[in-house]
């Protein structure tokens, strides 16, 4: 009996859509996955954020458990790879935050096509056979809105005004993250090859993630600088003084890779669940939620902003991988960054 379910439940993971489908997927992959009940979810997604998109997929799927396991990027891959050495990889469906590191893991993955695939910009995937954009993440100019109450920076050459010289810029660690990795891989490509040494010639904090920074500018221990919106705008709605500007030469987008690892034990449930994360309502949810962007091409974008207003910008994916290392130890030359 088990191995004919087993059969069961695979023949339904590859079975063509047909005229009863939802937008998540057919009654049958519904019907399994409410059979199998839970998924395992390794994410790098702050743990708010991972806590409120599983409750509105719960509301539409009301019979799927959703264990969480979130950790920092370099502590994740380790846990990913150390497991999956070992056999013992527990994740149904990992949400990874750099391109690189997972174009070196496809092995790691089952195909999984989400049946909305035609509607995300092809920039932003991974691998159009294993990994999907079920997160994205953006830059913007964030100021404290006590403090900077006149010409508030607009652009991303206003952080190169001599007046915010001296310690007061927050600015994340290039090579700390794939988010990190592409802002300033924007820079250069986009704003100008100067445009690293221009900044750097504001003295401005560097800190190792964005939290920090971001809390920093909130503080008035540092007054702006580039920060994600998937964290400046929570901090908005909690009534801290800070602001959240997008630049009109566009906005550095980072869009992770999710999938479904061979070894998953529940493949149904984690392709409902993708497939959940991945349709309209889903990434609306997301944006809704965390202020993050979505990789569909034509939006949703964070509360505040109009679509129009966004000029998305992502990186090519051979200049992601291919630029990385040698790039990163010359921005923390440039700003005498130690990781």
Known sequence: MRLLLAALLTVITCAPASARDSPYGSEDLIAAAKAEGSIFLYSVNFNETEQAWIAAFNRRFPFISVHLTRSPGGQLITRIRTEAAAGKLAADVI????????????????????????????????????????????????YNSELVTENQPKTWNDLLDPRWKGKQIAEVGGGTGGPQWTRILFQRQVLGADYWSRLAANEPQIYPSGAPATDSIIRGETRLGAAQTNIVIPRQREGAPIACEIPPEGVPLTSYGAGIPKTATHPNAARLFLNWSLSREGQESFVHESGGFSALKDGPVPEGFDYKSVKPWYAKMEDYIGLQAKWVDEWNHIFGYRQ
């Open 95 to 142: 949400d990874y935050s750099d391109r690189g590191h997972l174009l070196t893991m496809l092995d790691l993955y089952q195909d999984y096509r989400p049946p909305n695939a035609a509607d995300f910009d092809p920039s932003a995937v991974t691998d159009q056979q294993k990994l999907w954009p079920r997160t994205t993440t953006g830059w913007c100019i964030a």
